[in-house]
T-cell receptor, first 111, second 114 residues
Framework: SQELEQSPQSLIVQEGKNLTINCTSSKTLYGLYWYKQKYGEGLIFLMMLQKGGEEKSHEKITAKLDEKKQQSSLHITASQPSHAGIYLCGADIDGNNRLAFGKGNQVVVIP | NAGVMQNPRHLVRRRGQEARLRCSPMKGHSHVYWYRQLPEEGLKFMVYLQKENIIDESGMPKERFSAEFPKEGPSILRIQQVVRGDSAAYFC????????????FGPGTRLTVL
């Protein structure tokens, strides 16, 4: 069974619009990581969240980890074509540095 | 500071051959992780190594797969007698010794088994 569920599976937005993607776990997370992957390429580290209620921002991307540390959302403000790609959430499920990943959110930004 | 490097980026093998994938961690990083991304599936953890030690290999298939991280040189993921089901993208990540909570990924090696 998938330990991390990401939704929506794919998302198409008009350039300039905001978007939100989600990552949900059935277990309490020791750390939650967001990466971005362009098709056929490697993973780019975006940010890491560890504390319940934590929120981090980088440029137009904001990620939050809920109080119970079982769900995270990633919000992009005023999306641009450069934001297109697959967003992967990864989590340290058991504190042993083994990251489990969701299947990803595919984001398409239409100019 | 160069990022995690992996080579080759693309590797084609025929069934029964051996595949060797190399990973050079970021400078100063002593922890290496290997993950596999099968078509239509998410990334799956395979193995976690420190220099000359395998810390956790719970995600490695029991047969044909091995990994090492020698004192000198890159980490190697070795797949013997490859089968078509081994076709996947193999990613390496590294982390520094006192910040193992953040893993930085390489560009991956895409293995195709004919």
């Amino acid at each position: 069974s998938q330990e991390l569920e990401q939704s929506p599976q794919s998302l198409i937005v008009q350039e300039g619009k905001n978007l939100t993607i989600n990552c949900t776990s059935s277990k309490t997370l020791y750390g939650l990581y967001w990466y971005k992957q362009k098709y056929g390429e490697g993973l780019i580290f975006l940010m890491m969240l560890q504390k319940g209620g934590e929120e981090k921002s980088h440029e137009k991307i904001t990620a939050k980890l809920d109080e119970k540390k079982q769900q995270s959302s990633l919000h992009i403000t005023a999306s641009q074509p450069s934001h297109a790609g697959i967003y992967l959430c990864g989590a340290d499920i058991d504190g042993n540095n083994r990251l489990a990943f969701g299947k990803g959110n595919q984001v398409v930004v239409i100019p | 500071n160069a990022g995690v490097m992996q080579n080759p980026r693309h590797l084609v093998r025929r069934r029964g051959q051996e595949a060797r994938l190399r990973c050079s961690p970021m400078k100063g990083h002593s922890h290496v992780y290997w993950y596999r991304q099968l078509p239509e599936e998410g990334l799956k953890f395979m193995v976690y190594l420190q220099k000359e030690n395998i810390i956790d290999e719970s995600g490695m298939p029991k047969e044909r797969f091995s990994a090492e991280f020698p004192k000198e040189g890159p980490s190697i993921l070795r797949i013997q007698q490859v089968v078509r089901g081994d076709s996947a993208a193999y990613f390496c990540a590294s982390s520094p010794p006192f910040r193992t909570d953040t893993q930085y990924f390489g560009p991956g090696t895409r293995l195709t088994v004919l």
